[in-house]
């Protein structure tokens, strides 16, 4: 069982944003997606998630089409997301963040609070306790009643991250989870979505730090101009030629880097050694 992507096509107008890309994600591994700037990396997300209509191909989860699912259909269908700029509720608590995932129209305002009867009351404890337990996990369960507004940036971040969780996704999507932490924060963060594989789970981390996409994920797949470049296990990403040159420019732009650090090491009187083993 898994998330396939096939022959994955998304159009602005005339910019062709993703271009027939396919590919499958599994339960139980963490994946990567990486790639330059404007590569199609958050695209990729928010066709996934339901936010953009695909213009072409199919994306399915298990036997389910989701491209042809309304926005919250698709949250139904167990896909849980995070933005590459944070959107909480500012002015709602820490743990009515998580909650607010479970607001049910008909059962739910002021008078339905009221009015509750003990099996909704029951039902309302047993889900504040599961927030509580994935607020734990992110160490921000003594925050739980301050303005999630008022957290610091990094504690917003994991804040997003265990609001996706809340309704035990089978797919976590995370756009750019370390985007502004420094790096104390990062490796918090990597070792908190390290402890979060699990073989009911597909993971998806869009990420530029590349400490953090090596050492938390199993398969990285790469985007270059909403192309896929390239898939493999890390070692394999950092291996890869094509990679380097989607990051560093072209094969020219290669030769001329060399050229002007050769020439810099000369007019400075460096040379290089090989180390010795
Ligand atoms: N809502 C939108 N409307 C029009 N064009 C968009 C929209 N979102 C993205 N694009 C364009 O699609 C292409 C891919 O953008 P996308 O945001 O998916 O890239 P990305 O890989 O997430 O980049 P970054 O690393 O900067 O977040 C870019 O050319 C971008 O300008
Ligand atoms: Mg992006």
Redesign the pocket.
Known sequence: MSLIFDNLTKR?GS?T?IDAVSTRFERGVIHGII?P???????LINMTAGSYPVTEGAITLDDTRLDLLAKYQVANAGIGRTY?NIRLFDQMTVLENLEVCFYDREKSGVVAEVLWPPAARRRYAARREKCLDILRFFGLDHMADLEAGSLPYGRQRMLEIARALAQSPKVLLLD?PAAGLNHHETAELTERLAALRSPERIMIVVE?DMDLVMSLCDRITV?HHGKLLFEGTPAEVQASRDVQFAYLGTQNDIEDIRAAAAARRAFLGIRTRRRSH
């Open positions: 602005y910019n944003a790639g700037n404007g590569a199609g990396k958050s695209t590459q750019e530029h985007l």
